[in-house]
Antibody, heavy 117, light 107 residues
Framework: EVQLVESGGGLGQPGGSLRLSCTAS????????LSWVRQFPGKGLEWISY????????YYADSVKGRFTISRDNAKNSLYLQMNSLRVEDTAVYYC??????????WGQGTLVTVSS | AIQLTQSPSSLSASVGDRVTITCRAS??????LAWHQQKPGKPPKALIY???SLESGVPSRFSGSGSGTDFTLAISSLQPEDFGTYYC?????????FGQGTRVEIK
């Protein structure tokens, strides 16, 4: 069974940093691209970052470009999101997802990030 | 960025009804559209990709159609377990974008 489990969420300070992790199992991790998608408290979904299987290609949403960094460790079956210069508007549930062709599938269970002073 | 507009924002229907949700893209995305279902407290789940291809394990009462800028998700006979919020998502170009969601309630 394909599983993606996020961790690292919690309370962050405005201007501070958090690092999210996503551990995968049940598939050949190194063969798939991955993405991070977040869901705001009002329920809207926002794709924020993509990384190819070999890490050679990465994309970011404008809202996080220059502040967030996506990376992966294929030896550890793990995906990461380094979040710097946090803003209150970054408060959301963060999902990692395998990229199945060109769409997220499946999604992890999510980890809540709250940015507040 | 390509904008996706879903309608309606919410609907209430009876078990057995045929339900349709539409998604309009702000520019031509060919067939590069997926549909996701989300139930309360759960992550989204992909239902359809490539505008009309069913993900493995998804019941055949779900179907997708359309190309270019206008797309439809249909549920042929609504079941109690189909409640939730449905999102369209385009993958023609980055940034990937989502519609605002359509909440489906069972009468």
């Amino acid at each position: 069974e394909v599983q993606l489990v996020e961790s690292g969420g919690g309370l962050g300070q405005p201007g501070g940093s958090l690092r999210l992790s996503c551990t995968a199992s049940g598939f050949t991790f190194s063969s798939y691209s991955l993405s991070w998608v977040r869901q705001f408290p009002g329920k809207g979904l926002e794709w924020i970052s993509y990384i190819s299987s070999s890490s050679s290609t990465v994309y970011y949403a404008d809202s996080v470009k220059g502040r967030f960094t996506i990376s992966r460790d294929n030896a550890k079956n793990s995906l990461y999101l380094q979040m710097n210069s946090l803003r209150v508007e970054d408060t959301a549930v963060y999902y990692c997802a395998r990229v199945q062709g060109t769409h997220p599938h499946p999604w992890g269970q999510g980890t809540l990030v709250t940015v507040s002073s | 960025a390509i904008q996706l507009t879903q309608s309606p924002s919410s609907l209430s229907a009876s078990v057995g009804d045929r339900v349709t949700i539409t998604c309009r893209a702000s520019q031509d995305i060919s067939s590069n559209l997926a549909w996701h279902q989300q139930k309360p407290g759960k992550p989204p789940k992909a239902l359809i990709y490539g505008a009309s291809s069913l993900e493995s394990g998804v019941p055949s009462r779900f179907s997708g159609s359309g190309s270019g800028t206008d797309f439809t998700l249909a549920i042929s006979s609504l079941q109690p377990e189909d409640f939730g919020t449905y999102y369209c998502q385009q993958f023609k170009t980055y940034p990937i974008t989502f519609g605002q969601g359509t909440r489906v309630e069972i009468k």
